[in-house]
């Protein structure tokens, strides 16, 4: 299957390389159903990379650096395209930073980073493929993540 | 790790020798976990603390002029009362601070009501909160030196040094201890604390003896078994006390930590009946064997053994004032 067949951008993001079930997922958390640009999202193309893939593209969408960190933590290692005019300004691998700041919370909900009332932002480290809370110090795996939606 | 350079004969040696601690290494630090100190800083401070016991007279005048903001936001006796005898013991002052009169009930928020604190100019502020990682904000909000007396369930670091200096009074040396953590290891910060300090100290054995339900967590089992041997065991192995023993550590089990409802009190009930520590049972322990609890106890020992030389544990409460003196003497800046 060609993924050009799920449409064309002159300018805007292309994400490519998504883990297979991950699409909807990204798709949801940046609010696409809200976009203004045509959205084009696929799933199950061949990848000689990793087996079978998402694609996701949004016509005249900039993401931010919270919203790239957010992709990295669902599928590592995806590729975002930037588009312009119709060719690739710019591409990059997403990566998990070693400092997640408001991104995810705490899932010990005893800890300070949880309490609505201390209006504390969340800051999370990430090393060795473990996430420990900046706070209470409890460290916890990637299936363990409450992402916080903006 | 320090390291020394040497020219000689032409050529230039490097000697890397370890690292001399110095009291003026804690000034203006913060304690708020026992990961903050190295090995050696530990050490240090469990040595200033004899030091300070031994020759107490000599530290009369040492925090003279010097202001403490306890923040305690939970009740507490024990921790509040050492620290304020502390400073007392060293000429210092406290900074009268009654939580239930303070912002804090109007909803200020932790950060604001330590920032506010700290422009009375405290020299340093020791801090309780019920939620974890508190310590951690407070001490990320000012400038002072901060201790933890205690952030919710996270950690108690003073208590996990007072332990410490503890068992080195009763044997002289920590390596080499073999101790049984015993009750609440599920819960119990106290117990984590302890067990991964011991963990640094060579020779050293743990036996974790509890009910079922309250076992030690599987993920503070993987980060011990590199580097302590340790062993687990239900309750009935209080009945096979001996010789072996140095040392036995142990807990409250609270109520609330079994579920609500007549099946949660049955289990804890039941519990409570089969960790009690009786006299009887201590027929074959060695006689210099010690029994350690961070109090308050409720039912677990049988108060006729507060009379037997094995108790330890008010000696232990006791031993608080000079690892909180030797704390604060060290971090607050003369």
């Known amino acids: ?150 | 790790m320090e390291s020394n350079f040497i020219y000689k004969e032409g050529r230039l040696y490097v000697i890397l020798m370890e690292k001399t601690v110095k009291k003026e290494d804690f000034i203006g630090r913060d304690f708020v976990s026992i990961d903050d100190f190295s090995f050696d800083e530990i050490n240090f401070v469990l040595n200033h603390a004899k030091h300070i016991e031994d020759n107490f007279q000599d530290y009369k005048d040492n925090l003279s002029r010097k202001l403490m903001a306890p923040l305690f936001f939970e009740g507490s006796t024990r921790t509040n009362t050492s620290f304020q005898a502390a400073m007392i013991h060293m000429n210092g002052r406290i900074l009268d601070f009654d939580v239930s009169q303070s912002s804090v009930k109007k909803g200020e928020i932790l950060r604001d009501t330590v920032k506010v604190i700290e422009r009375y100019r405290p020299d340093i502020m020791v801090v309780r909160h019920n939620l974890d990682g508190s310590a951690i904000l407070v001490a990320d909000s000012v400038k002072v030196p901060v201790i933890n007396a205690g952030d919710g369930k996270n950690q108690h670091p003073t208590q996990t040094l007072l332990d410490l200096y503890t068992i080195k009074q009763i044997r002289e040396n920590i390596n080499g201890t073999k101790i049984a953590l015993i009750g609440d290891l599920k819960y119990g910060r106290t117990v984590h604390s302890l067990a991964l300090a011991l963990s640094g100290y060579s020779d050293c054995e743990i036996e974790f003896i509890s009910p079922d339900s309250l076992k030690m967590p599987a993920y503070l089992l993987e980060k011990l078994k590199s580097k302590i041997k340790f062993s687990e065991y239900g309750l009935e192995r209080l009945n096979n006390l001996n010789k072996e023993f140095n040392i036995i550590y142990m807990t409250r089990v609270q109520r609330e930590r079994f579920p609500e409802g007549p099946e949660g009190k049955e289990e804890y009930d039941k519990v409570c009946k089969e960790y009690h520590l009786k006299k009887q049972m201590l027929k074959e322990v060695d006689s210099d064997f010690k029994i350690l609890h961070p109090l308050p106890k409720v039912h677990e020992i049988e108060p006729e053994i507060d009379d037997m030389p094995y108790a330890y544990y008010f000696d232990q409460l006791g031993n608080g004032l000079y690892i909180r003196m030797a704390l604060l003497d060290l971090l607050v800046k003369k």
């Open chain 1, 1 to 150: 299957m060609n993924d050009k067949i799920i449409g064309y951008i002159e300018n805007g993001i292309v994400i490519d390389h998504i883990s297979l079930g991950k699409v909807f997922e990204i798709a949801s958390l940046l609010d696409l159903g809200t976009q203004e640009g045509r959205v084009s999202l696929g799933e199950g193309y061949e990848s000689g990379k990793i087996g079978k893939k998402g694609i996701l593209k949004v016509e005249g969408m900039v993401l931010s650096n919270y919203e790239i960190n957010l992709i990295a933590l669902i599928a590592e290692h995806a590729s975002v395209s930037i588009i312009k005019e119709g060719k690739i300004a710019d591409k990059y691998r997403t990566e998990i930073p070693n400092v997640l700041k408001g991104i995810v919370l705490c899932p010990n909900l005893a800890c300070i980073s949880n309490d609505v009332n201390q209006m504390v932002i969340s800051l999370i480290n990430f090393k060795d493929n473990l996430f420990k809370c900046h706070y209470c110090s409890k460290e916890f795996r990637k299936d363990e993540l409450r992402l916080r939606k903006i």
